[in-house]
C-alpha cells in the first residue's frame, strides 16, 4: 500500500477509534517520513497524550521537535522517553524515524 492510502486507513481508524494511540503514533511516522516535521509533531503528540506511558511517541515527537526548531521541547521528550526505556531510541529508528 502506498504511504496515501495508509493515511486514508489511518484516518479512518482514527476517526472510528480516537483513543487508540497507536494509528496517532503511525500517521505521525508517515509525517515523519515526508519531512512535514510539524505535522508529525502534532500526531506524536496526539499518541503520548492517549497513552502517557508511550515512550515511543515521546521520543519521536522530541525528534520531531528538534527538526521543528524546537531544540528545548526536543531535548526535554527525548530525555523523558529515555527515562521511560533505555531502547526507545533503537525502537523508533528501526521505523526510520532518527
Known sequence: ASLDEAVKELDAVMKATPDFAP?????GAIAYRRADYPV???YFDGAATR?????Q????????????????AGRKDIAEAAGMSSHA????AALGIE
Open 23 to 27: 494509528a496517532w503514533f503511525m500517521r
Open 40 to 42: 508529525a509533531v502534532t
Open 51 to 55: 497513552l502517557p506511558t508511550y515512550y
Open 57 to 72: 511517541a515521546i521520543q519521536a515527537r522530541g525528534l520531531a521537535r528538534l527538526r521543528s526548531g524546537a531544540e528545548e
Open 89 to 92: 531510541a533503537q525502537d523508533v
